[in-house]
């Protein structure tokens, strides 16, 4: 069996190292936590170091053999005589070992014989050998061997199993590949960090197909399911266990944590519990006046409900929902009575809406739609087509929500499921004017609910780009004296979401403060898709505003919960999220990674602003590959955003220019870049979007024209906050101007926010400011900070970093065109590509000649990098990553 790569365990290693010299260690820990590996990992590195290593495997086919474990180190004597033969062995090993002690390995200690456990235990007493023993949890240990960390120089050291980015690491590892972030936390559920059982689930997942690589990432589509050979291992265990004890392990999978008053109510003996845990298959902990029952390992309770069957899962479930109090856990007694056959719409319901809140969407659907087939009434059907709507099936709730949609309903209830339904059907259908018209319609027949369906318009407008009317809508909501808390809470969020893109940072903040606060209390603290929009409004103010830290840590708590329940399609928007603090920190190949592994997440599930959500990470991809100078998939992920724009989602359409424009310039375009960036600008300008107007103002100062744009970019600064907008202005000004001593201090301000790549440029910009006015020493030391910037930005191109290696005295003009000669293109498609004549081309490009010393264009390859597929010569840079 292919051994599975060492990761996770270096400090360990370190720890293992160092005890080697004072005697030795001892590991302990349960079967498949990784001590035989570690083991051997040591003595591998004591071998590398020039010591004399033995390998010695106990067993219990060999523990009935006198010194069988360690035949191979007993000299040719006779084996009856005890004392002679571990003379002899130590004899032997002292001849082994050089001018240290032999390194002896002894794996799973606790099966060696009495003899083999002796004689280590005289070897290393005498000083001839150190041991790195291996001990299993819960087996009886021979006593030399448990004198030689108790008594003698060795050290114990408990193993504890993988956490969870060590498991991570591993799976990496053995898929040699990145992983999608909801299958490597269901790998660490599944194992809790075992490494046998991660190994081997992940070979499960290889041959069974169900892992699949996709857009450069190891995707597992549903749950992680148990590999037949683990099956089959953990399955023989259980089956060894009495007939009583499989009763309670069937039962307790059903539900655990159970306490154990309710297993005895459903029929489990309390013996039965207490036979079961010393057997190592149940474990209990002491909570307020009962005690708590679960599995001993999840594996066992994946394998024991597979191999139940329907007929006695219905048996058990009926049995525990007979047992369980009133005051149980909503979901768990709601799955009971749906199993066990028992109809209860009310408690079924009330499990649907648990499950929902816990993001357990496949569980909450079944939920549901037991409670509306049980007569739960317009609630249950609301309460489904909202599953159904966060599960990606927005026809099917279309199709319960327009049955819902009566005037028999009352007002309030109506306006809600109006509000609901015309929000599925802009984000989940793309119908925006139908949802116009069902909200209209129901405006002119409800006299109640007109803030739900008000606040539903505001939605409508911030996500279509239109910020001014959206915020204005969503006050005067806020401002009624009798708004629905729903209704508050949406406008609170929608006001969270844009007012930060409208420039108004606090505004945006202290809405989104409100919003969680109110959140907290309207859903008791359980989760809502109000929690994910709120966070992602705060994180867009907080990073773009400077505020990487705490943009970042909110991600990645967001991401962690989000993961752990296995929602892909949230799990893919803070993965999206992660890729935007990766580029603003300058991590550009880390940026393009997450952006692949969201798209892979969200490949096969549908879900809820699947338009919106699909474009802006083709959009993402689009400037990332750019920027890398990844052409051809820069132009495919372009062309797949624009595909998707379904004329709604016009928050983006600023991102589309912005994108479009590092594309440009990737194939060599700069002149049609800055065109786009300004388009863009003027785009976010006209529909009140500040902050993106900053951001691809600022983008055009990146792409070499802060003269076209300083001018607003010192208009704005004023009335938008961040510290981030300070700097952009400065770097404007200061690029204009030509102020080398003025890009240094921007340069810093960049590092100082955690902007690597925006620092780099700027630096960059100061070493062209300081040549150009003679500062020869300024301009040597500005120019070695921006490459040691640069370098850290994992591979980014921009026309900055560009201009620290190309060809110096050309005009952007001339760099356009003797780049793009440069990558072999011949006058006319320049010309073509350009919009400008054949005869310019030839002008332009004999001026070039003349100003850098060379006889033709032939001599121009050499200044310039290698155009590749995209045609992008250096001298015109291949891209930037838009801030926007």
């Keep these: 069996m292919q051994v599975h790569p060492f990761v996770g365990r270096d400090q360990e290693l370190e720890d293992v190292a160092g005890a080697l010299e004072h005697g030795g260690v001892v590991l302990v820990g349960p079967a498949g936590v990784g001590k035989t590996r570690l083991a051997r990992e040591a003595l591998a590195r004591a071998r590398a170091a020039e010591r004399t290593t033995v390998w010695v495997a106990a067993s219990k086919a060999a523990a009935s053999i006198p010194f069988g474990a360690v035949a191979h180190l007993v000299p040719d004597v006779d084996t009856s005589d005890r004392l002679r033969v571990l003379r002899a062995a130590e004899q032997w090993l002292a001849g082994a070992a050089t001018d240290r002690p032999v390194v002896l390995g002894v794996d799973d200690a606790h099966d060696l014989d009495d003899g083999s456990a002796a004689l280590i235990g005289r070897a290393v007493a005498a000083g001839v ?57 269901q790998l660490w559920q599944l194992s809790r960090g075992n490494a046998l059982y991660v190994d081997e689930l992940v070979r499960g997942g290889l041959v069974s197909g169900a892992l699949t690589w996709r857009t450069g990432v190891w995707c597992w589509p549903g749950r992680v399911s148990v590999a037949p050979a683990l099956s089959s291992l953990v399955d023989a265990r259980l089956d060894a266990q009495p007939p009583a004890i499989r009763d309670a392990i069937d039962v307790v999978a059903l539900g655990e944590p159970l306490h154990a008053a309710l297993l005895q109510r459903a029929g489990v003996a309390l013996s039965a519990l207490e036979d079961a845990e010393r057997a190592g298959v149940l474990r209990t902990a002491a909570v307020a006046d009962d005690v708590e029952v679960r599995l001993a390992h999840p594996m066992f309770g994946e394998v024991a409900r597979a191999r139940t069957t329907s007929l006695r899962r219905r048996t058990l479930c009926r049995r525990l929902a007979e047992a369980c109090p009133v005051d149980e856990d909503p979901v768990r007694v709601a799955t009971w009575y749906l199993d066990g056959g028992v109809p209860d719409a009310e408690v079924l319901a009330r499990g649907a809406a648990r499950a929902l809140a816990a993001l357990d969407l496949e569980l909450a659907q079944r939920l549901a739609t037991g409670a509306d087939q049980a007569g739960g009434g317009p609630d249950a059907r609301r309460l489904l087509a909202m599953v159904m709507v966060l599960r990606g099936h927005a026809e099917d709730a279309e199709e319960l929500l327009a049955d819902l949609d009566t005037p028999e309903l009352p007002d309030p209830v109506r306006a809600e499921v109006v509000a609901f339904r015309a929000w599925n059907l802009t984000f989940g259908l793309s119908r925006a004017q139908d949802a116009e018209r069902v909200l209209d319609r129901a405006a002119r027949s409800v006299t109640t609910g007109h803030d739900l369906l008000d606040v539903q318009r505001a939605i409508a407008h911030g ?7 959206a915020l204005r809508l969503a006050q005067s909501v806020l401002e009624r004296p009798d708004t629905h808390p729903a209704a508050r809470l949406r406008a609170l969020t929608i006001t969270c979401q844009i007012a930060g893109a409208g420039g108004a940072d606090e505004r945006a903040l202290h809405a989104g403060d409100q919003a969680l606060e109110l959140d907290e ?68 190949r880390t940026a393009l990674g997450h952006v692949r592994e969201a798209t892979a997440l969200a490949a096969r599930d549908r879900q809820p602003f699947e338009t919106w959500a699909t474009r802006l990470r083709a959009l993402q991809r689009a400037r990332l590959a750019a920027l890398l100078g990844e052409v051809t998939e820069a132009e495919e992920a372009l062309d797949e955003a624009r595909r998707w724009d379904d004329g709604g989602s016009g928050m983006l359409d600023v991102w589309g220019d912005s994108s479009a424009a590092w594309v440009a310039l990737a194939r060599g375009e700069p002149t049609a870049a800055i065109a786009l960036a300004r388009d863009g600008a003027t785009r976010a300008r006209r529909d009140e979007q500040r902050r993106w107007e900053i951001l691809t103002l600022h983008q055009a100062v990146r792409l070499g024209a802060p003269e076209t744009v300083v001018d607003r970019l010192t208009e704005l600064a004023p009335d938008a906050g961040g510290s981030s907008t300070r700097l952009y202005t400065r770097h404007a000004r200061a690029a204009a101007d030509g102020d080398g001593a003025e890009l240094d201090a921007v340069a810093d301000g960049f590092v100082t926010l955690g902007c690597l790549l925006l620092a780099a440029e700027a630096a960059a910009h100061a070493a062209t400011a300081h040549r150009e006015a003679g500062r020869t020493s300024s301009a040597t030391a500005a120019a070695r900070r921006a490459r040691g910037l640069a370098a850290r930005c994992e591979g980014a191109r921009t026309p900055a970093l560009s201009a620290l290696t190309e060809p110096p005295g050309l005009t952007r003009r001339e760099h356009e065109i003797a780049g793009l000669a440069a990558s072999g293109l011949t006058n006319r498609v320049i010309a073509d590509r350009l919009v400008i004549s054949v005869r310019t081309v030839d002008n332009t490009l004999h001026q070039v000649y003349a100003k850098l010393g060379v006889p033709g264009r032939a001599d121009l390859a050499e200044l310039f990098d290698d155009a590749g597929a995209g045609g992008s010569p250096r001298g015109v840079g291949r891209g930037s990553a838009a801030s926007s």
């Design 129 to 185: 050998a150190v041991v790195v023993a291996t001990l299993r949890t819960g087996e009886p240990e021979p006593g030399p061997v448990t004198a030689l960390w108790k008594d003698g120089p060795a050290t114990r050291v408990d193993l504890a199993p993988l956490d969870r980015s060590e498991t991570a690491l591993l799976v990496e590892s053995l898929l040699g590949g990145a992983v999608d972030p909801v299958a490597s936390e």
């Design 463 to 469: 996500y279509g780009g239109r910020v001014g009317p």
């Design 521 to 588: 209390h309207l859903h008791h603290g359980d989760w809502s898709m109000a929690t994910e929009e709120i966070r992602a409004g705060i994180v867009s103010v907080r990073l773009y505003g400077g505020q990487l830290d705490t943009a970042e840590e909110i991600v990645e708590a967001s991401m962690r919960r989000v993961a752990a329940t296995g929602w892909r399609p949230g799990t893919a928007m803070w993965t999206s999220w992660r890729a935007e603090v990766a580029l603003q920190r300058g991590r550009v």
